[in-house]
């Protein structure tokens, strides 16, 4: 059974960085096209792309946000952590980690973290 | 990158009819995924590679389209339709989603 489950610290304030936390089990990293994404979707509004990592350790970056994020494994391929930098207001979301494997869709996504920046 | 445009933005449906939404992408994409969404919780895939459904989804959704024009239709409005749905693609670096398109219960 394939889970993904977000973690992260709920509220920070303007300019700090965020770091969160995607667990996941029922299926392994390492497998050949495997990949973990981070999406976001502020309320009310749709969702956008901001990173990946796949099963090689290669990372893929949104390019209107690149300089701002991080995407990371951990070495026992069951985590993978983002981290933005410089937050503001407009980063206000739900962040929700997603598989994908091989074709370009999720099938399977986290139930999603509420993150508020808020001075 | 590639925008998605989908429309309506927001629909109304009564229970039987039939629904629509289309997606269109600004460039040619060689396949469309959609998703559903329901109020509180995280997106669920529909339909990928255009017209394949993904597991344990009722046969009344189903995909079509190609190049820069996608759609999905619900041949048969249910209650629990009513959902927010979404298009995307990934032909091309980033991946994008459509704004999505708010279905109601009329």
């Known amino acids: 059974q394939v889970t993904l489950k977000e973690s992260g610290p709920g509220m920070l304030q303007p300019s700090k960085t965020l770091s969160l936390t995607c667990s996941f089990s029922?299926?392994?990293?390492?497998?050949?096209?495997?990949?973990v994404s981070w999406i976001r979707q502020p309320s009310g509004k749709s969702l956008e792309w901001l990173a990946a990592i796949d099963w090689d350790g290669d990372k893929y970056y949104n390019p209107s946000l690149k300089s701002r994020l991080t995407v990371s494994k951990d070495t026992s391929n069951t985590q993978v952590f983002l981290k933005i930098t410089s937050v503001d207001t407009a980063d206000t979301a739900t962040y929700y980690c997603?598989?994908?494997?091989?074709?370009?869709?999720?099938?399977?996504w986290g139930q999603g973290v509420m993150v508020t920046v808020s001075s | 990158e590639i925008v998605l445009t989908q429309s309506p933005t927001t629909t109304a449906a009564s229970p039987g009819e039939k629904v629509t939404i289309t997606c269109l992408a600004s460039s040619s994409v060689s396949n469309m995924y959609w998703y559903q969404q329901k109020s509180g919780a995280s997106p669920k895939l529909l339909i990928y590679s255009t017209s394949s459904l993904a597991s344990g989804v009722p046969d009344r959704f189903s995909g079509s389209g190609s190049g820069t024009s996608y759609s999905l239709t619900i041949n048969t409005m249910e209650a629990e339709d009513a959902a927010t749905y979404y298009c995307q693609q990934w032909s091309s670096n980033p991946p994008t989603f459509g704004g999505g398109t708010k279905l109601e219960l009329k």
């Open positions: 029922g299926f392994s990293l390492s497998t050949s096209g495997m990949v």
């Open positions: 997603a598989r994908r494997w091989e074709l370009g869709y999720f099938d399977y």
